[in-house]
Protein backbone atom coordinates (compact mmCIF):
# COMPACT_ATOMS: atom_id res chain seq x y z
CA UNK A 1 0.00 0.00 0.00
CA UNK A 2 0.93 3.47 -0.80
CA UNK A 3 3.05 5.28 2.19
CA UNK A 4 4.72 8.57 2.52
CA UNK A 5 7.18 8.92 5.49
CA UNK A 6 8.06 12.72 6.70
CA UNK A 7 10.78 13.65 8.44
CA UNK A 8 13.73 16.46 9.24
CA UNK A 9 11.07 19.06 10.78
CA UNK A 10 12.04 20.77 13.87
CA UNK A 11 12.76 24.00 16.10
CA UNK A 12 14.56 26.83 13.92
CA UNK A 13 14.92 30.60 14.59
CA UNK A 14 13.76 32.56 11.89
CA UNK A 15 16.85 32.71 8.84
CA UNK A 16 17.75 29.17 9.71
CA UNK A 17 17.38 26.10 7.55
CA UNK A 18 15.91 22.53 7.41
CA UNK A 19 16.18 20.03 5.43
CA UNK A 20 12.66 17.60 5.13
CA UNK A 21 13.12 13.85 3.81
CA UNK A 22 9.90 12.08 2.36
CA UNK A 23 10.10 8.53 2.28
CA UNK A 24 7.54 6.99 -0.11
CA UNK A 25 6.57 3.06 -0.65
CA UNK A 26 3.78 0.85 -2.35
CA UNK A 27 4.69 2.48 -5.74
CA UNK A 28 6.86 3.19 -8.34
CA UNK A 29 8.40 6.29 -7.10
CA UNK A 30 10.18 7.59 -10.07
CA UNK A 31 6.84 7.29 -12.06
CA UNK A 32 5.25 9.81 -10.28
CA UNK A 33 5.46 13.73 -9.62
CA UNK A 34 5.53 14.36 -6.12
CA UNK A 35 4.40 17.57 -4.00
CA UNK A 36 5.14 18.51 -0.60
CA UNK A 37 2.29 20.32 1.17
CA UNK A 38 2.08 22.05 4.59
CA UNK A 39 -1.12 23.15 6.90
CA UNK A 40 -0.34 25.71 9.57
CA UNK A 41 -2.42 25.71 12.58
CA UNK A 42 -6.01 27.16 12.07
CA UNK A 43 -5.44 27.00 8.33
CA UNK A 44 -5.92 24.64 5.17
CA UNK A 45 -3.41 22.53 4.17
CA UNK A 46 -1.60 24.02 1.15
CA UNK A 47 0.74 23.34 -1.62
CA UNK A 48 4.19 24.29 -1.19
CA UNK A 49 6.28 22.91 -4.00
CA UNK A 50 6.01 19.98 -6.69
CA UNK A 51 9.03 18.02 -8.55
CA UNK A 52 7.91 16.53 -11.78
CA UNK A 53 8.87 12.80 -13.24
CA UNK A 54 11.70 14.84 -15.29
CA UNK A 55 12.75 16.70 -12.62
CA UNK A 56 11.11 20.42 -13.39
CA UNK A 57 10.11 22.12 -9.96
CA UNK A 58 7.22 24.40 -9.24
CA UNK A 59 6.61 26.73 -6.16
CA UNK A 60 4.44 28.27 -4.34
CA UNK A 61 5.48 32.62 -4.27
CA UNK A 62 5.69 32.34 -0.63
CA UNK A 63 8.35 29.87 -0.64
CA UNK A 64 10.12 30.51 -4.43
CA UNK A 65 13.62 31.49 -3.75
CA UNK A 66 14.09 29.89 -0.35
CA UNK A 67 12.82 26.58 -0.51
CA UNK A 68 14.33 23.91 -2.88
CA UNK A 69 12.73 20.31 -3.89
CA UNK A 70 14.69 17.47 -4.96
CA UNK A 71 14.28 13.48 -4.96
CA UNK A 72 16.58 10.53 -5.63
CA UNK A 73 14.69 7.93 -7.17
CA UNK A 74 16.92 5.41 -6.06
CA UNK A 75 16.45 6.12 -2.89
CA UNK A 76 12.33 6.69 -3.03
CA UNK A 77 13.12 9.89 -1.20
CA UNK A 78 11.60 13.52 -1.82
CA UNK A 79 13.10 16.49 0.05
CA UNK A 80 12.70 19.86 0.91
CA UNK A 81 15.55 22.46 2.01
CA UNK A 82 14.31 25.19 3.68
CA UNK A 83 16.61 27.99 3.39
CA UNK A 84 15.86 31.67 5.07
CA UNK A 85 12.80 30.45 7.17
CA UNK A 86 10.27 32.80 8.27
CA UNK A 87 7.69 32.66 11.47
CA UNK A 88 5.27 32.41 8.77
CA UNK A 89 6.88 28.64 7.72
CA UNK A 90 5.19 27.00 10.74
CA UNK A 91 3.70 24.22 10.14
CA UNK A 92 3.15 20.51 9.57
CA UNK A 93 4.95 19.33 6.67
CA UNK A 94 3.57 16.49 4.45
CA UNK A 95 4.15 14.73 1.19
CA UNK A 96 2.46 13.10 -1.64
CA UNK A 97 2.14 12.28 -5.00
CA UNK A 98 1.05 14.95 -6.75
CA UNK A 99 -2.97 14.70 -8.05
CA UNK A 100 -3.69 11.13 -6.45
CA UNK A 101 -5.72 10.93 -3.29
CA UNK A 102 -3.49 8.94 -1.35
CA UNK A 103 -3.40 9.30 2.56
CA UNK A 104 -1.96 11.58 4.14
CA UNK A 105 1.52 10.91 6.64
CA UNK A 106 1.95 11.92 9.56
CA UNK A 107 3.70 14.61 8.89
CA UNK A 108 7.41 16.43 10.51
CA UNK A 109 6.44 19.36 12.17
CA UNK A 110 8.43 22.55 11.39
CA UNK A 111 8.52 25.06 13.77
CA UNK A 112 10.41 28.64 13.40
CA UNK A 113 10.29 31.14 16.15
CA UNK A 114 12.89 33.34 18.20
Known amino acids: QVQFVESGGGLVQPGGSLRLSCLAS????????MSWYRQAPGKERELVAT???????NYADSVKGRFTISRDNAKNTMYLQMNSLKIEDTAVYYC????????WGQGTQVTVSS
Open 51 to 57: ITIGGSR
Open 26 to 33: GFTFSSYA
Open 96 to 103: RRRNYNDN
